[in-house]
């Protein structure tokens, strides 16, 4: 069999932690900060863990994460 494919773009987003859950970096962050408090950007900046009903769609496209 033929290695499977990763998909480039959830490899850049998506990262597997140790307990198997997948980390990702939160939106809201790109543009339109000025009517944003320094609280929420900073908020902002932490990593969040991937929504479970997302988690086996991510595991699909990151077959050796």
């Known amino acids: ?3 499977m494919k ?3 773009g959830a490899a850049k987003r ?4 140790a307990s198997g859950s997948f980390k990702c970096g939160q939106s809201h962050r790109r543009h ?3 009517k944003k408090s320094t609280k929420r950007k900073r908020h902002l900046r932490q990593s969040t ?3 479970a ?3 086996r769609s ?3 496209m990151l077959p050796y994460a």
């Open 53 to 55: 009903s997302d988690v």
């Open 6 to 8: 990763t998909n480039r």
């Open 58 to 60: 991510a595991a699909r």
């Open 49 to 51: 863990e991937l929504h």
């Open 32 to 34: 339109i900060l000025t």
């Open 1 to 3: 069999m033929p290695k």
């Open 14 to 17: 998506f990262s597997r932690r």
